[in-house]
């Protein structure tokens, strides 16, 4: 079988026994608390149905409220003030 793949216009990847492989970008939007990150991440979405925004406070916060041994762990290291090991922060 060839490695040949096809990139179509739109960033699809199409080989040759024809599995298609969709190009997925990752957008980080940074700001200080109250700078207008989720306002416009909330506009970005409404303009362009096929993204989607994740908020890294609001995944904690749930995790928060599952109760779970690591959503314990991330309540207290927030209590303290700490930063939350990316092994957490990366919510599967």
Not at 13 to 32: C, E, P
Not at 40 to 50: I, Y
Not at 62 to 70: L, M, N, Q, R, Y
Not at 73 to 90: F, T
């Amino acid at each position: 079988m060839s490695n040949v793949q096809l990139v179509t216009a739109d960033g699809f990847k199409v080989s040759a026994t024809g599995a298609v492989q969709i190009k997925q970008q990752v957008v980080f939007v940074l700001g200080g608390p109250g700078s207008g990150k989720g306002t416009q991440c909330e506009r970005l979405t409404k303009e362009f149905s096929d993204i989607a925004h994740f908020s890294a406070g609001d995944l904690l916060r749930e995790h928060v409220k599952s109760g779970t041994p690591d959503g314990n762990m991330v309540a207290e290291m927030i209590r303290n003030g700490q930063i939350v090991p990316a092994e957490v922060s990366y919510l599967s």
